[in-house]
């Protein structure tokens, strides 16, 4: 069995780098689309906001399907 304390170290690891992408994300596109005339930032994130949100619907769809038909 692992032991609690290693997976909480493993955790705050992860959250400590994840914390941080978003914006680098962020900045990267920006300097990337910046010399380039046909593209703006709007739609780059509304098509990444509407992704992970059907992601997310989808998979908390079957989670759900999964853990209430499964265990029952």
Known sequence: MINLHIICIVMCIISFFKTVLPPLLDNW?????????????????????IGFTLTVFIMYKRCVYYYLFTFT
Do not use: H
């Open 29 to 49: 596109t920006i300097e990337e689309i910046k010399n380039e005339k046909k593209f703006t930032y709007r739609p780059i994130r509304l098509w990444g906001f």
